[in-house]
């Protein structure tokens, strides 16, 4: 059984979203280190790019604070390797195609993978454009993201998915929202065409929330809140522990039958 596999395999699982870099690699450590404590069954780590196009205005402002600081690829692959010298939980890139390519797919994905990492999400890669990276990623998950727009090429998406699959809850970018549209019958489409357990992301951000999507999701993945709290204008330590009551809170709830 896969890394990730295992993780879906226990409980519903908790996967946050951490910026890379914002607003320093330390920092990023320790808040990785604080989640994983709290209940965190996967990390997805996001690589600043300069065009987010998937984020919404509290993720690409991380994006810009990682940038500004001089974050690289090569940082977050040691960013990795430090997690990976303490623990074993599930680690995910989120990243976009152009990332890969600069710094070469082949050598991309055989780095990722001798880090250990399990999986890679790039929402700007169609699925006719998958093959540019499966013939490299041989060992790690191309995890799809699949949205209440793609209807017809549902079936198609999680029939070809790997680790697990990523339900898109609303149309637009990330960034937290006051309601969310219900993706049951989505998540019930997906899980007629694919095995994989399927995570809710885009807008999750109160336990109320992650709760209700439990009911029906195997997970949840909360990426603006987590950021948001990252960026308060507070101490280090204020910040890491209202991260980890976060993430306590919303651990409780996926726990609540």
């Known amino acids: 059984m896969s890394n990730i596999a295992q993780a879906f395999s226990k409980r519903k699982a908790f996967i946050p979203f951490i910026t890379c870099g914002d607003p320093s690699l ?18 997805e780590l996001g690589i600043p790019f300069s065009d987010p196009v998937a984020e919404g205005d509290v993720i690409q402002k991380a994006t810009a604070r990682a940038l500004d600081s001089g974050t690289s690829v090569e940082d977050v692959f040691a960013l990795v390797a430090k997690v990976r010298a303490k ?14 390519f600069s710094y070469g797919s082949k050598e991309f ?30 060992g790690l998950d191309l995890i799809p993201l699949i949205a209440p727009t793609s209807d017809d090429r549902i079936e198609m998406l999680a029939q070809s998915a790997q680790g697990f699959i990523y339900c898109v809850s ?34 999750i951000s109160t336990p109320a929330q992650a709760k209700d999507i439990a009911r029906y ?26 991260l980890g009551a976060y993430a306590r809170e919303i651990r409780a709830a996926l726990d609540t039958d």
């Open 26 to 43: 330390d920092f990023s450590q320790r808040a990785i280190d604080t989640l994983i404590e709290n209940g965190a069954d996967i990390i």
């Open 87 to 100: 623990s074993d939980i599930p680690l995910v890139f989120m990243t976009y195609a152009n990332i890969v």
């Open 109 to 138: 994905f055989a780095k990722a993978r001798e880090l250990g990492v399990d999986g890679v999400i790039t929402p700007d890669v169609p699925y006719e454009e998958r093959d540019e990276f499966a013939r490299f990623s041989q």
């Open 170 to 203: 609303s149309l637009g970018v990330t960034g937290v929202r006051e309601h969310i549209i219900s993706n049951e019958s989505i998540v019930a489409r997906i899980k007629q065409a694919s095995q994989l357990p399927v995570a809710v992301g885009f807008g």
């Open 217 to 242: 999701a195997d997970g949840v993945i909360i990426g603006s809140a987590v950021v948001g709290i990252c960026a308060l204008s507070e101490s280090e330590e204020m910040r890491l522990q209202k």
